[in-house]
């Protein structure tokens, strides 16, 4: 409900010199590819099974390789410590790809259930799913934001303005530090 993936879509759509990645969008593609990958993604997802976080990662890293930018933002990701320490410890071994920042879009619980339930897009758009999803964006919160903190790599942005004043402060960052 922060507006994470329609800041970042936006923000690419405006800069020709930035790609925008989702990662459920790429694991789709990748099955939708027929590839050797889309092949093994396709046995977790076709049954609901969670995909192995080193594919998810191995996923990420070559659609950023084969982007046609320099600059990739990667919308939600990672949602978890293990998810967070696993990409750190790819990253740690690969050369051709650095994490710039990881930027934190906050919103209050207020706005983003307002948002959320608001939009209407599907069966899971309701209080209980939203409820959980909540308590599993928070519990590993502030675990994520100190440990890129000490990396000095976290921005935060305020969620709570127009479309217009979060992209502009967002894209003005992004472009900022390459």
Do not use: C, W
């Amino acid at each position: 409900g922060s507006g994470k993936t329609t800041d970042a879509e936006l923000i690419a759509q405006n800069n020709e010199d930035i790609s925008h990645y989702s990662t459920g969008d790429m694991l789709s593609a990748e099955v939708a590819s027929g590839s050797e990958r889309g092949i093994e993604l396709d046995s977790y997802m076709s049954k609901g099974n969670i995909v192995p976080i080193s594919i998810v990662i191995e996923t990420i890293i070559t659609a950023i390789k084969s982007s046609t930018t320099d600059i990739v933002v990667i919308d939600g990701y990672p949602r978890s410590l293990e998810q967070m320490y696993e990409l750190d410890r790819y990253l740690s071994n690969e050369d051709s790809v650095t994490l710039m920042n990881v930027i934190e879009v906050a919103v209050s619980e207020q706005t983003a259930r307002d948002r959320v339930l608001g939009r209407n897009r599907g069966a899971d758009d309701n209080t209980e799913v939203f409820d959980n999803r909540m308590k599993v964006y928070i519990e590993p919160l502030h675990d994520i934001q100190a440990f890129y903190k000490t990396k000095n790599l976290l921005h935060l942005i305020s969620g709570e303005g127009t479309i217009e004043e979060i992209v502009s402060e967002m894209g003005s960052f992004i472009v900022s530090k390459f």
